[in-house]
Nanobody
Framework: QVPLVESGGGLVQPGGSLRLSCKAH????????MGWYRQAPGKQRELVATIIEGGNVVYADSAKGRFTISRDNTNYTVYLQMNSLKPEDAAIYYC?????????WGQGTQVTVSS
């Protein structure tokens, strides 16, 4: 079984939008946080946004005002709505889930921003 299944990446023009989804397997419990990270070629993986148990949300400065993270607890899914995309947003986006016992990473989904 795959712990995390991501979807929603693709090619979009600058100024466009994408919505990423990450569904956690139902066997994952005691979740402390669900979030998104990204890694561009030649760069370190960095936080984009995360939702901490209790509802607190943390955004990277680069994501504030353009990206929105949300979580559907019923479906074990976290979303990342990305608007006003820029070429510098292009990267592989990874879902990260932290539980009381371990950390899970998704396989990554490619986001390309190009005209």
């Amino acid at each position: 079984q795959v712990p995390l299944v991501e979807s929603g990446g693709g090619l979009v023009q600058p100024g466009g939008s994408l919505r990423l989804s990450c569904k956690a397997h139902e066997s994952i419990f005691s979740i402390n946080s669900m979030g998104w990270y990204r890694q561009a070629p030649g760069k370190q993986r960095e936080l984009v946004a995360t939702i901490i148990e209790g509802g607190n949300v943390v955004y990277a400065d680069s994501a504030k005002g353009r990206f929105t993270i949300s979580r559907d607890n019923t479906n074990y899914t976290v979303y990342l709505q990305m608007n006003s995309l820029k070429p510098e947003d292009a990267a592989i986006y990874y879902c990260k889930v932290i539980t009381t016992k371990r950390i899970y990473w998704g396989q990554g989904t490619q986001v390309t921003v190009s005209s």
